[in-house]
């Protein structure tokens, strides 16, 4: 996995953020997802395909999703119901596609996006790649991940 995708999906989560909640959050240190240590209430993931392959998720506290999709949506739902996951897989559409902005040497699609909700669930990445995990900060929001597993994958055209 090259440095460089991850940068990318850093980039495109914060510029996400300020341009569509217009706020500022913060992105942890970068790490190897080596134990289980799980916030995800609910999660939106993404598959790759193409030059990069592999899967990206993005995942939330209830309360941060919450607070999250209010912002998003300028709502207030209070239960993580079919509105809140269609928002949460929105975000992770649109971060998903606003990386080909910052990767433009690499042509990959992006596929539909999915969404698992339940306390403390698992989200099983593909195994060909280490899983990188970005933890995020928002004083407004709370905590939350982005969790990418991608690989060299092959140009389909």
Known sequence: MKAEWINAFILATIDTFQ??????????????????????????MIGLSGTIKGA?????????ALKTVNKFLGEKYTELGPDVSDAVGELVNIIAGYV????QNEKFGISLPSIARGPK????MPKYAPTIVIPFKSPDLGDFVLEAALAEGVNEG
Not at 56 to 64: D, L, N
Not at 100 to 103: G, N, S, V
Not at 121 to 124: I, K, L, P, S
């Open 56 to 64: 990206v998720v993005m995942g939330f506290t209830e309360k941060s």
């Open 100 to 103: 080909k902005k910052f990767i």
């Open 121 to 124: 669930h698992m989200v099983y």
């Open 19 to 44: 341009k569509m909640l217009t706020l500022k959050i913060e992105a942890g240190k970068p790490y190897l997802l080596t134990e289980e240590v799980n916030i995800k209430d609910i999660s939106g």
